[in-house]
């Protein structure tokens, strides 16, 4: 993840002013080229969904911050900050808290809140007790089945989408500048789409000792289709294009063509897919 930060409120007041062209911008540090070269692929049938992920460094950081969630009924993407050692030990920290924290519960939305709150609680205790870690914190979008539900549990801009009847419907909203900027109407969507700040977010998990997390309850539909996506995706790639391939083939394939299309545009990010087929939904 590039040059990301969790603002203060004043911070942002700011950062808002100096979009409306009313004061010069705050500082920005230097964003980390450091990033893990990791490619995984996990196919699953559980729980009536066919599943599969995968991740790739893309063609311009030398390492992978990303992780990918993939557990019994829990699938999702973090993505990490905080420079080499930082970003790779906040989303790794995430999944693997996260996982250990959910097994064996029914999913709900207490659960997963509350679940998200002591991965954020420990994260934020691990970057204070290590002084290499300093800074660090990670996005995370992540999907929790039941057999009528699913539950989307989001803190960043990492995204979660479904695809239903055709229609393509970004279940998450960013939790950065730029989309806090366009939801108030300071900036237009043609604004927003090539601001020099889009890679600023104002909510990670580890950054802060509390956290706001996004919950979000969906019926479950057979045939649906979801997308869990870092920014390495979505940021390279147009809705239209992210629609047309969710809806052909496998989540096996549409992986693929996605990792591939993200590349083909220039890969400036790791980049991190999730795609499942739910089979066993209400029809």
């Not at 990918?68 to 989303?91: K, P, Y």
């Not at 045939?223 to 096996?252: F, I, N």
Request: charged share 30%.
């Amino acid at each position: 993840m590039s040059h990301r930060f969790r603002f203060t409120k004043d911070c942002m007041d700011r950062l808002k002013r100096f979009a409306k062209g009313e004061n010069p911008p705050p500082e920005q540090a230097a964003s980390s080229t450091e990033t893990a070269s990791v490619q995984e692929a996990q196919p699953s049938p559980r729980e009536g969904l066919i599943a599969f992920a995968r991740t790739d460094v893309g063609r311009v950081r030398a390492t992978n911050q990303d992780a990918l969630i993939s557990a019994e009924r829990l699938w999702g993407v973090a993505d990490g900050m905080g420079g080499h050692n930082g970003g790779e030990t906040a989303s790794a920290g995430a999944r693997d808290a996260l996982t250990e924290l959910l097994k064996g519960k029914e999913p709900s939305a207490d659960a997963l809140r509350e679940a998200i709150c002591e991965v954020n609680a420990r994260l934020f205790r691990q970057q204070k007790q290590e002084t290499r870690l300093a800074g660090m914190g990670t996005t995370l979008t992540t999907l929790w089945f039941s057999p009528e539900k699913v539950l989307v549990g989001h803190v960043g801009d990492s995204r979660a989408y479904r695809l239903r009847e055709g229609e393509l419907e970004q279940l998450t909203s960013d939790h950065s500048l730029v989309a806090e900027l366009r939801r108030a109407g300071v900036l237009t969507p043609e604004q927003a789409e090539n601001h020099p700040m889009r890679n600023v977010i104002t909510r990670a998990v580890g950054t802060e000792e509390g956290i706001e997390t996004e919950i979000i309850e969906a019926e479950r539909r057979r045939g649906d289709r979801y997308l869990v996506c870092s920014d390495g995706l979505h940021g390279m790639v147009s809705e239209q294009e992210l629609k047309r391939m969710l809806a052909s083939g496998t989540p096996e394939s549409a992986c693929g063509q996605m990792i591939d299309a993200a590349l083909a545009a220039g890969g400036r990010d790791n980049i991190s897919v999730v795609v499942l087929h739910d089979q066993e939904g209400k029809a």
